[in-house]
């Protein structure tokens, strides 16, 4: 079975397929009304230098049964807004967070996450990849399920934060908990849109309508490209699992150099 996932890693997500364009210069997401580019701009693939990537569609079934099937370990809560703390450094290249199956015969079948410095290195322990960089609180496989579910997961996001809008988090805890987030995962989110609203909040009500991606070149809208560089280094080292180091296509289209190529298979 490790030789298997191993061997389905490859042939998906990094074969070169004859007959598909290989054009760099075009985005990795899922287009929606609210992104501003068309499908000829950004697409749920990638094909650049020689490699190809485009994850499979994963259906409800799948999705579900990320939460029904499987018991991780219990993260323990936040004890503190990360955002006072210093950021952490970055992962050295390669690092990989992989799920731990235990007891076969168990439903749910539990398992624990682990921090392993390659996919090499996680596959021979047994392990399947389930995001590149380390494990943080977003790793867990119910907040992937969360992931996949929200093509435009930033949308439900911003409607919890402006139940929250009055200064408290605890609103917005609760409204994120609600889209499936577990509570550790859910308060580096709350964590991260207060950040937000205290640092770029001027410049995110100038362009509140603004489309997610600059129709002419692609570039985030001013107010996600100051969430990206204000708060998006800390949300990362706390959180762990991002949509793109999932390899997960979403409506705020990126470059393939900034995605990560992995099939979820556990």
Sequence with gaps: MRRRS???????????????????????????????LTGDQ??????CNG?????PAYDDAFIQSLVDDWLPESAPPLDVDPYSEPVPADDPPGTVCAV????????PRPYSLATFPSTDAAL??????????????CSTLANLAVYMRYVDLGKPVRSCGFAASDG???????????????????????????????????VCLDHFADYYNNPDDGTLNPCLQCD???????????????????????????????????????
Excluded: M
């Design 6 to 36: 191993a061997l389905l890693l490859v042939v998906l997500a990094l074969s070169c397929k004859s007959g598909l364009k290989q054009d760099c210069a075009i985005l990795f997401g899922s287009p929606t009304a609210d992104t501003g």
């Design 42 to 47: 950004c697409r749920p693939l990638c094909a």
């Design 51 to 55: 490699t190809v990537f485009q994850p």
């Design 100 to 107: 731990l199956p235990g007891d076969a015969a168990a439903h």
């Design 124 to 137: 021979a322990a047994g392990a399947h990849p389930t995001h590149f960089g380390h494990c943080g609180v």
């Design 168 to 202: 408290g988090i605890d609103g917005d805890l609760q409204c994120l908990q609600g889209l499936g987030f577990d509570l550790p995962c859910a308060q580096i989110w709350a964590y991260n849109t207060q950040h937000t609203r205290s640092v770029c909040l001027d």
């Design 228 to 266: 990206e560089d204000q708060s998006g280094p800390v949300f990362k080292a706390v959180a762990g699992r991002t949509r793109r180091n999932s390899g997960l296509p979403n409506a705020i289209c990126r470059p393939c150099s900034e995605v990560q190529p992995l099939v979820h298979s556990y």
